[in-house]
């Protein structure tokens, strides 16, 4: 079946420095989405990307989808405290069912003062 | 109002006990969707509705029991559960396109089988 695979697991950063996690189907994906979950919290919705080789900007982050769909990177330029929690990336593959959201692992930002 | 409101936030059992969770938005979304998520884990989808109708059931086991009786609400009953069932009960709801949009997750319940 469809997977999606997400590293790194854990990332421990001093605050402003970059950061970049990064997630990789076994399949072409239709579009992927990235959510953050904050410690004790829900996930919320970043952002999705749907074309081939997009790249999306929201101040600090930036979102991009690879030319062959699948995969993602997320990247966050100069991290403060208040990126800290853990970042999912979520793919649907072609064919696929409405709402057949596949999360990867997460990666678990931590950002020391 | 672009919240997803699910009650009860904490929920304790026993394995013999019958009880619901319950989840409420009025974004006009008419998919919604029951997840389960562990600690540390990422969210596992059980079920998905789409326009009132069970679209998506993950070989979820049958001591959950969803329902969905209108566009703006969503229950999960629960009966006969086991300990390993405690988790985070994530409801969330989008709309429905061919291409999939943004879920709005609700806050949870932290649900305890003892």
């Known amino acids: 079946g469809q997977q999606v695979m997400q590293i790194p697991q854990y990332q421990h950063v001093q605050e402003g420095e970059d950061f970049t996690t990064y997630c990789n189907s076994s399949?072409?994906?239709?579009?992927i989405q990235w959510y953050k979950q904050r410690p004790g919290g829900h996930p919320v919705f970043l952002i999705q990307?749907?074309?081939?080789?997009e790249v999306k900007k929201q101040k600090r982050l930036t979102f991009q989808f690879g030319e062959a769909k699948k995969n993602s990177s997320l990247h966050i330029t100069a991290t403060q405290t208040t990126d800290v929690g853990t970042y999912f990336c979520?793919?649907?593959?072609?064919?696929?069912?409405?709402?057949?959201?596949?999360f990867g692992k997460g990666t678990k930002l931590s950002v020391k003062p | 109002d672009t919240e997803v409101t699910q009650t009860p936030k904490h929920l304790v059992m026993g394995m013999t006990n019958k009880k619901s969770l319950k989840c409420e938005q009025h974004?006009?979304?008419?998919?919604m969707y029951w997840y389960k998520q562990k600690a540390k884990k990422p969210p596992e989808l059980m079920f998905v509705?789409?326009?009132?109708?069970?679209?998506i059931n993950e070989s979820v086991p049958s001591r959950f029991s969803p329902e969905c009786p209108n566009s703006s609400l969503l229950n999960l009953h629960l009966h006969a559960l086991q300990p390993e069932d405690s988790a985070l009960y994530l409801c969330?709801?989008?709309?429905?396109?061919?291409?999939?949009?943004?879920?709005?997750f609700g806050q949870g319940t932290r649900l305890t089988v003892v």
């Open positions: 969330a709801s989008s709309q429905v396109k061919v291409s999939n949009t943004e879920a709005f």
């Open positions: 399949t072409t994906l239709s579009n």
């Open positions: 990307l749907v074309k081939s080789g």
């Open positions: 979520a793919g649907t593959g072609y064919g696929g069912s409405q709402g057949n959201l596949i």
């Open positions: 974004m006009g979304h008419r998919a």
């Open positions: 509705y789409s326009y009132e109708k069970l679209s």
